[in-house]
């Protein structure tokens, strides 16, 4: 335990002063200066597996610092302070800077870099770690890899098999809870009539075992 924590340690410190998609991008350089957000400890139970921050995080320097925060916590039952208490809630997205926006207004997506660069070491010493809550396409992809080709929609809908293939270290997939997703929040109801229960159970046992 004591060599993951040093490990952890060891790894959050280089992340935080990371600048590769400046000083060696794997595609465009970034649209401002890097600045590497996340939340993390040796502790941790509950891993929200996002995307990437969105530029109201990037300014404020705090992951979710925006409406699709408020709308996680609500998903996962959870207020502003256990939210945000970084002995039990990561926050790894796969990309750790604001990508910058694209032609039509929209965040980019999440840098390359970060997650070839850190995630398999990252993941690798989280010895407390119960529940990864893999939000987006780009999330999905690199903990569920062997659902590529199936559809966000179906990957979400199929959330009680995957609870059942990935423990101990369980994985539930999510929509991003940005209100651009509203219309698919709307056309499938289910979700917040059976996966939303299931997830508040989910995130309340590991966070108290």
């Given amino acids: 335990m004591s060599c993951q924590i040093a490990a952890l340690r060891a790894i959050t410190e280089e992340m935080s002063g990371c600048r590769i ?37 990037h300014q404020a320097g ?15 039952g959870l207020g502003e302070p256990e939210f945000y208490d970084r002995s039990k809630v990561a926050i790894i997205p796969m990309g750790f800077c604001f990508p910058g926006y694209d032609k039509n ?17 990252l993941f690798g ?10 939000i987006g396409k780009y999330s999905l992809a690199y903990h569920l890899p062997h659902r590529k080709k199936q559809s966000l929609t179906g990957i979400v809908r199929d959330w009680r098999e995957i609870l059942a293939e990935t423990e101990p270290h369980a994985v539930i997939a999510l929509p991003h809870p940005s209100w651009r997703n509203n219309a698919w929040l709307a056309k499938n109801p289910w979700f917040e009539a059976a996966v939303l229960p299931a997830l508040r159970e989910r995130v309340a046992s590991a966070l108290s075992a």
């Fill in 62 to 76: 705090k992951p979710f610092y925006d409406p699709s925060g408020r709308r996680l916590r609500e998903w996962m």
């Fill in 105 to 121: 207004g929209g965040d980019l997506p999440p840098r390359r870099e970060c997650a070839s660069t850190w995630h398999d070491a």
């Fill in 21 to 57: 998609c400046r000083d060696q991008p794997a595609g465009p350089p970034l649209p401002h200066g890097p600045r590497p957000i996340f939340q993390i400890s040796s502790t941790v139970r509950v891993a929200i597996c996002s995307q990437a921050p969105g530029n109201k995080a």
């Fill in 125 to 134: 010493v989280l010895p407390q770690l119960r529940l990864k809550l893999c």
